[in-house]
């Protein structure tokens, strides 16, 4: 039985999401802004059509704001997070759990092998588009192919061909029809493309889709790597690239931000650096994971050229990887210690935590000298509570230190960021 994969995608994700809730944007040019109000991170389908690129800094796009009405709203993760877990699980009743990778916030691998002879997969798919619309009010694409290279080139064509009606099936396309797309379609479209190699790949001679297809998967690998290699083999039907169900361990994990205003006390510095910690000790717990391994970096604002710069880090390590909150926030704020200078505004700061392994196969060091080993289970009995409290009445309800309390200066800029009306008791919408 041949492999047949689906790539569905939620359409300008972060304003659909908005959108849901606040219906007046619909049909409005709408942008969403990534931390302190910086770049566009999301557009509206007429924002796009005016000209506004994505990542591009919002304040060079002012003018052509006041001139369209065009509508900058702050970004609000908490509410995409919660809606994407939901759209994830409406495609997981379609689906078994080893049919499903979740590949981002906004998009998700099926592999519709077994349901190719029980369904007609186009309006299988379709099925998906509707339940999805109708159960949480996202608009969504899906690709349908042999590969999960296809399916996600099928996908883009779902979004720019409106005749597919939002699903784009690669294996019932007339072979002709599919030509003269990929003829049509530049080879920057193709998942996993860049920038250098479409400048590489046009001076030989690959400048389309259909020039990349009939391209030899072995010289490619020798003008660039295998896996571009298998990026062209994948677009001529060959599976390379599997479904991954289980997310790997990461390698780190990063919480850092730009402060909404400059900083140069000590003090200061610890409260961002507490908060930054505990944000990254959540990830670590949701992953189930321990670190055994805690950088902090400070750095001033390099583009503001008056001032005096600077840029430093220091890592602590632990005797043992562990998930303690209060271990990790207290060598997070040991290490601001160490790299504090006077005399230097600083302009973002960042926790990064490494060494990380599954908690399940970490084993604690015993020693002699060791303290009350009654102290691990307080410590985990003392998370979990924190949990469960920061679970139900929301993140800052309860933290460690200062992380949660509200308002602070330093906090990023959000001016224009809507209610969390799936994670804050406060900002559920009110029916009159």
């Given amino acids: 039985m041949n492999q047949v994969y689906a790539l569905v995608d939620v359409n300008n994700c972060y304003v659909s999401c908005e959108r849901v809730f606040n219906p007046k944007l619909k049909d ?25 690129r994505m990542a591009g800094p919002w304040y060079q796009f002012k003018d052509l704001a006041r001139q369209h009405g065009i509508i900058a709203l702050s970004s609000n993760y908490a509410l995409y997070g919660e809606m994407s877990n939901r759209f994830m699980g409406i495609l997981g009743d379609f689906v078994t759990p080893a049919e499903q990778e979740i590949y981002s916030i906004d998009e998700c691998f099926l592999e519709l092998t077994q349901y190719q002879n029980l369904f007609n997969l186009t309006e299988y798919a379709q099925q998906m588009r509707q339940r999805v619309k109708q159960w949480i009010g ?6 349908i192919g042999a590969t999960k290279t296809q ?5 883009y064509w779902a979004k720019s061909q409106p005749d597919f009606n939002g699903v784009c099936n690669w294996l019932e396309i007339d072979p ?3 030509t003269a797309w990929m003829e049509q379609t530049e080879a920057r479209e193709v998942w996993g493309v860049g920038r250098k190699h479409t400048e590489a ?14 391209a030899n998967p072995m010289q490619i690998k020798k003008h660039f ?6 990026t062209v ?3 001529q039907g060959i599976s390379c690239l599997t479904l991954e169900t289980q997310a790997a361990v990461k390698q780190q994990i990063i919480s850092s931000r730009t402060f909404g205003t400059r900083i140069s006390q000590l003090d200061k510095l610890h409260e961002v650096i507490t908060v930054f910690a505990t944000r990254a000790h959540s990830k670590l717990r949701a992953d189930k994971s321990v670190c055994a391994m805690i950088t902090v970096y400070i750095t001033t604002n390099r583009h503001r050229e008056q001032d005096r710069q600077i840029r430093n880090s220091f890592t602590v390590t632990l005797k043992d990887a562990s998930d303690d909150i209060l271990q990790i926030t207290h060598a997070a704020r040991v290490a601001v210690s160490k790299i504090y200078q006077a005399g230097y505004d600083y302009q973002k700061a960042g926790v990064i935590l490494s060494a990380i392994s599954p908690k399940r196969t970490c084993v604690q060091s015993l020693s002699l000298f060791d303290s ?5 289970i307080k410590h985990e009995s003392l998370m979990d509570a924190l949990e469960k409290v920061s679970n139900k009445f929301g993140k800052k309800s309860l933290g460690v230190g200062v992380s949660a309390v509200q308002g602070q200066s330093w906090e990023m800029t959000q001016a224009h960021r809507s209610p969390n009306y799936l994670c804050d008791w406060n900002d559920i919408p009110v029916v009159n």
């Fill in 138 to 143: 996202l608009p969504v694409c899906v690709g």
């Fill in 176 to 178: 002709e029809i599919k």
């Fill in 225 to 230: 790597s295998i896996v571009l290699a298998r």
């Fill in 372 to 376: 009350d080993p009654n102290e691990a």
């Fill in 201 to 214: 790949l046009g001076k030989m001679g690959i400048k389309s889709i259909a020039d990349l297809v009939k």
């Fill in 151 to 155: 399916a996600k080139l099928a996908n």
């Fill in 28 to 52: 409005k040019p709408v942008v969403v802004l990534s931390n302190n109000d910086g770049c566009v991170v999301s557009r509206s389908s007429e924002t796009k059509a005016l000209g506004v």
């Fill in 233 to 235: 083999m994948e677009l």
